[in-house]
């Protein structure tokens, strides 16, 4: 195990992340507490309110069939019961974490099919925009599609072989492959114009819209070596959107495809500009 609890509870703490980490066990999961006050469920509902009026009809039917199989927002969710569920649909289970974690532990989550969801949520000042992930971001955004079995598979093999990308040298162009699918990922839906599946465009109002319905978002079709080889945006709506043809296309590229070659023989060479390819 890489860096410990304590020494990274330090750290967040002199970085004023907002997580209690001091209570953490040693896999970075603590428990959920399922104490909210009236203020933090209103905050809930008015986020799942105002975001489902656009996901009904800019997120892919994949999201929204899982939206509805854990019924997620009438209330601030209890995670042991959407892992009940969760468990039935995919064999993934949500496990509560105080925020970001380092990324190995992050991994390991993943590989055994265990979605780390932040145990806090945003104050009604922040809620259009927030710099950390918090619950609203990792439930309403992440969730619903580790529901869907192909994606859940792509998800438990990448937090698999994550490790050994980066130590080849591989750490931006693994994180770009997670970025441009599970945080700003797009996918083709049968007889429809594209719709959104990534989390960072379900969990945002703005970007949402501009990312499905602008004439001036980018759309790229997917492919597994471009996506790994260009840069994306951190706080401004992203130049690039990948669209995928299915997400057993994804798990199936992500599988199949040479991840040891593409790092090899392009960790040291200049990325590709989003506005270019
Ligand atoms: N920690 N809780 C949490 N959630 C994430 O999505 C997350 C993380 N740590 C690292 C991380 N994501 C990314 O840097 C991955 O690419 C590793
Ligand atoms: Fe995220």
Redesign the pocket.
């Known amino acids: 195990m890489g860096v410990s609890v304590q020494e990274y509870a330090r750290e967040c703490a002199a970085q004023g992340l907002r997580g209690d980490y001091s209570v953490c066990r040693a896999d970075f999961t603590v428990e959920q507490k399922y104490d909210y006050s009236a203020a933090e469920q209103e905050v809930w509902r008015t986020l799942c309110d105002r975001q489902s009026k656009l996901t009904k009809r800019l997120a892919h039917k994949s999201y929204l069939d899982g939206m509805e199989a854990l019924s997620l927002v009438d209330r601030i969710p209890d995670f042991h019961e959407v892992s009940d569920k969760l468990r039935k649909l995919s064999g993934w289970e949500i496990v509560a ?1 105080p ?5 190995q532990p ?2 390991d989550h993943l590989a055994n099919r265990r979605f ?1 969801v ?1 145990n806090w949520l945003r104050t009604r000042e922040e809620l259009d925009y927030i710099v950390e ?1 918090d619950m609203f971001h ?1 439930f309403f955004g992440h969730v619903p599609v580790l529901s869907q079995p192909a994606f859940g598979d792509f998800m438990q093999m990448y937090g698999e072989k ?1 490790g050994d990308l980066i130590e080849a040298g591989g750490g931006d162009m ?2 770009r492959l ?1 970025w441009y699918t599970a945080e700003y990922g797009l996918m083709q839906q049968a007889g429809q114009p594209k719709k959104a599946f990534g989390a960072g465009l379900m969990s945002s109002f703005t970007e949402l819209q501009f990312a499905v319905e602008s004439a001036d978002a980018h759309h790229v079709g997917f492919d597994i070596e471009t996506v790994m080889r260009t840069t994306y945006e951190i706080d401004k709506f992203q130049r690039a959107y990948f669209v995928l043809p299915s997400f057993d296309a994804l798990r199936d590229a992500f599988q199949h495809s040479d991840l040891a070659g593409i790092v090899k023989r392009f960790k040291d060479a200049p990325p590709l500009d989003p506005a270019m390819i």
């Open positions: 974490v925020g970001l974690i380092p990324a992050f991994f780390p932040t992930p990792d994550a693994i994180t997670y």
